[in-house]
């Protein structure tokens, strides 16, 4: 085997003709000039429409007058962000047969998004995750968990764009310094504070529905060159592909990444789960609903989401393999040990290769729509996140306590909003904030995330943007879904249930990840220096999601008050039919 290996790393040394890092001369100015056109067009969106509605319904939802068509675009736009372009073709390109699965759990998982929560959400909530456990569990504290888990899933989901950009813009430059990829990720979350604060959910929508456009068409255009220069040879690519990976036929075959020891076979499957239930929890995704006028709406929207994903992550197989083929593993790696910038390289290879005007313009094209694909994802998961806390954690939850009043129990009645009516002694505080004051802290809350993001993201830049994603997965999976769906599916689901459901989910995958090589004990950990790890896994969703359905089951069958069976009726029709909704 090892004879093998050698021979194979040997012949791609002479047959590939792997280019360097990065472009240089005017060619390097063409590319940077290209990056600085995406910029300025994202901020002309941004101000154009930021100035079309200042309302919160405009803020949050985007006016919900978006088609099913622009929705879908924006829901792929906000899905295929750096992990899908960026890191999942590097991971095919490092990986093979590994990496392949990756896209086929980010895929299926839209099956779950389809099925379980795109209607019911759109139906039950107003603009948060929060909103929809709130039409059942009127307490501040569901509020606050929810509104809190939220935060924690889209900051760890925005690290893995903002280190995906820095070895974008590092790869630009012609260097890997850690300084270049430092004053990346300082403008990128600069840019996305902007977008938010001015444009809000609907400048937002259209930056992604461009983005999405851009990212499909450029990955339309590399695969036909690729398929050109294999004269439409599948079989052909693989077996290059092979050749130039350095691993043989091993890179063909399941546990070059996953499946050395039974610890990475049980790493993989805590992978795969997250990631196929991780994205019916994603914040930001769910918040997308919101911007469709129905639930049949919400649902064809997720239908072109799901053939636009699906096209996209077929292409990115064919790019992961290219990759391979065309530069190799060996100088993919080199360029980035996390093999980051695999397409970008790629890119440069099909145009003509570094010196040739057409390799570097792709090159450059194809590392602007990377860049963004960043831009327009953070600006998302941005939003989602001072959302959560301005909607959910300050409105909802903080901000001015009811009097107390005698316990008197009386019978709920409807309500035409989250919060509203019900028994006195467990209502929401309603009024307290008027909707200018919500909007203007969800922008000084976009601020705070930006900052706590970059600060984090410093520390995470020799981590894969897929692997970073599949944490935020994990925690999603772990801490949103089990409260989502008892809400929308179990009767006796309680207040202290949906608590216990979100903590006992949240702070159990926080504090494996902390505990795991993901942080410390390996080379390519955020401090490599020292060894606290006892977890061996990099991913936790194996634990970590079993224990938030636990803990939501024990926090109700223990709960001192019985569910309210009139307010689950509210919601069962609400999110059935759409009657009452927003």
């Not at 280019?19 to 940077?32: C, K, N």
């Not at 099925?115 to 107003?126: H, I, P």
């Not at 850690?178 to 990128?188: D, L, M």
């Not at 809350?445 to 900052?451: E, F, P, S, T």
């Amino acid at each position: 085997m090892t004879t093998t290996i050698t021979t194979a790393v040997t012949t791609a040394m002479t047959t590939a003709t792997p280019p360097p890092v990065a472009p240089t001369g005017d060619h390097h100015d063409l590319a940077i000039a290209l990056f600085a056109v995406v910029v300025l067009v994202t901020l002309a969106i941004t101000l154009w429409v930021g100035r079309r509605g200042s309302a919160t319904e405009d803020f949050y939802a985007g006016g919900r007058d978006f088609t099913p068509l622009q929705n879908g675009f924006a829901l792929s736009g906000d899905y295929l962000s750096a992990a899908s372009f960026l890191g999942v073709a590097g991971l095919i390109a490092l990986y093979g047969y590994d990496g392949v699965l990756y896209s086929i759990g980010f895929l299926v998982a839209w099956l779950v998004v389809l099925m379980l929560v795109a209607e019911l959400v759109r139906n039950a909530g107003r603009y948060t995750l929060a909103d929809v456990l709130a039409l059942r569990l009127r307490r501040r504290k569901v509020r606050a968990a929810a509104g809190g888990a939220s935060v924690v899933v889209t900051l760890l989901y925005l690290v893995a764009q903002m280190v995906g950009a820095g070895s974008l813009v590092a790869l630009l430059l012609g260097t890997n310094s850690a300084q270049a990829r430092t004053w990346t990720i300082v403008a990128v979350g600069g840019l996305m504070i902007v977008y938010v604060t001015i444009g809000g959910m609907r400048a937002t929508t259209w930056i992604q529905i461009v983005k999405a456009f851009l990212l499909i068409a450029g990955s339309v255009l590399l695969t036909v060159l690729l398929m050109v220069r294999f004269h439409g040879d599948v079989g052909e690519l693989m077996r290059q592909a092979a050749q130039h990976s350095g691993a043989g036929r091993r890179y063909l075959e399941p546990g070059l990444k996953y499946g050395a020891t039974f610890t990475s076979r049980l790493d993989f499957f805590s992978l795969g789960l997250a990631l196929v239930l991780g994205t019916a929890g994603l914040p930001h995704i769910l918040s997308r609903f919101y911007t469709v006028p129905t639930a049949r709406a919400a649902r064809r929207s997720t239908m072109w989401a799901i053939g636009l994903v699906g096209g996209f992550y077929l292409m990115a197989i064919a790019l992961g393999l290219g990759a391979t083929a065309l530069v190799g593993s060996a100088e993919v790696r080199h360029a980035n040990s996390a093999g980051n910038t695999a397409v970008p390289l790629l890119a440069l290879v099909l145009g003509g290769g570094n010196g040739s005007t057409g390799g570097v313009v792709l090159f450059a094209l194809i590392s602007a729509i990377a860049f963004a694909t960043i831009l327009a994802v953070v600006a998302g998961l941005t939003l989602a996140s001072s959302a959560a806390f301005a909607h959910d954690i300050w409105a909802g939850a903080w901000r001015g306590r009811p009097r107390r009043r005698p316990f008197r129990r009386r019978a709920a009645v409807p309500a035409s909003r989250p919060g509203e009516a019900g028994d006195p002694a467990e209502a929401e505080p309603t009024g307290e904030a008027s909707e200018r004051q919500e909007v203007w802290v969800a922008r000084f809350a976009a601020v705070g995330i930006g900052a706590a993001a970059i600060a984090i993201s410093l520390y995470a830049q020799q981590l894969n943007v897929a692997f970073l994603v599949g944490l935020a997965f994990a925690v999603a999976a772990s801490s949103n879904l089990p409260v989502l769906l008892y809400s929308l599916f179990w009767s006796r689901f309680t207040a202290r249930g949906a608590v216990w459901s979100v903590y006992g989910g949240l702070v159990p995958a926080i504090v494996l990840v902390v505990f795991s090589p993901v942080v410390s004990g390996t080379k390519v950990a955020l401090f490599p220096g020292v060894d606290f790890h006892w977890f061996p896994l990099e991913n936790p969703g194996i634990i970590s999601i079993p224990l938030g359905f636990l803990a939501g089951w024990i926090g109700t069958i223990t709960s001192p008050e019985p569910a309210d069976a009139d307010r689950f009726a509210e919601l069962e029709v609400r999110a059935l039919t759409g009657a009452g909704a927003a």
